[in-house]
Nanobody, 124 residues
Framework: QVQLVESGGGLVQAGGSLRLSCAAS????????MGWFRQAPGKNRELVAA????????YYADSVKGRFTISRDNAKNTQYLQMNSLKVEDTAVYYC?????????????????WGQGTQVTVSS
C-alpha cells in the first residue's frame, strides 16, 4: 500500500506557474512508477505526465509538452509537476497516481493508488 497526498494547487493567472507536489508514504517509493492526471468538470480523467520509478524516463501529453515538467526525488518520497505558461484550459483537479512496475504508464486504469486531488484554476 502507498498513500499519496498532493499539494501546491491554487489560483493563478494565465501565463503564470505552479508547482505541484505529491508526497508518498507506505512501501518503498522508488519501486513505484508515478503519474499526474487531471480532470476538468464534465470531462474524463486524462494523463498529464508520467515518470518511471528511477526518474530517467518521462512521458507528456501533447497539450503540456514544453510547458510542464514531471520529476521525482526518491530520497524524499515525493514527485513534482512544474507547470509553466499556464493556460485557462489547464484548469482542473490534478491527481497523483502510483503503481508498481519498471516502465511508465499512460492509462488511468493502469494505476493502483490515487491521491485526493488538488484544484488548479487558471484565470484569464
Amino acid at each position: 500500500q502507498v498513500q499519496l497526498v498532493e499539494s501546491g494547487g491554487g489560483l493563478v493567472q494565465a501565463g503564470g506557474s505552479l508547482r505541484l507536489s505529491c508526497a508518498a508514504s507506505g512501501r518503498t517509493f522508488s519501486s513505484y512508477a508515478m503519474g499526474w492526471f487531471r480532470q476538468a468538470p464534465g470531462k474524463n480523467r486524462e494523463l498529464v505526465a508520467a515518470i518511471n520509478r528511477r526518474g530517467g524516463v518521462t512521458y507528456y501529453a501533447d497539450s503540456v509538452k514544453g510547458r510542464f515538467t514531471i520529476s521525482r526525488d526518491n530520497a524524499k518520497n515525493t514527485q513534482y509537476l512544474q507547470m509553466n505558461s499556464l493556460k485557462v484550459e489547464d484548469t482542473a483537479v490534478y491527481y497523483c497516481a502510483a503503481r508498481g512496475g519498471s516502465s511508465y504508464y499512460i492509462a488511468p486504469g493502469e494505476y493502483d493508488y490515487w491521491g485526493q486531488g488538488t484544484q488548479v484554476t487558471v484565470s484569464s
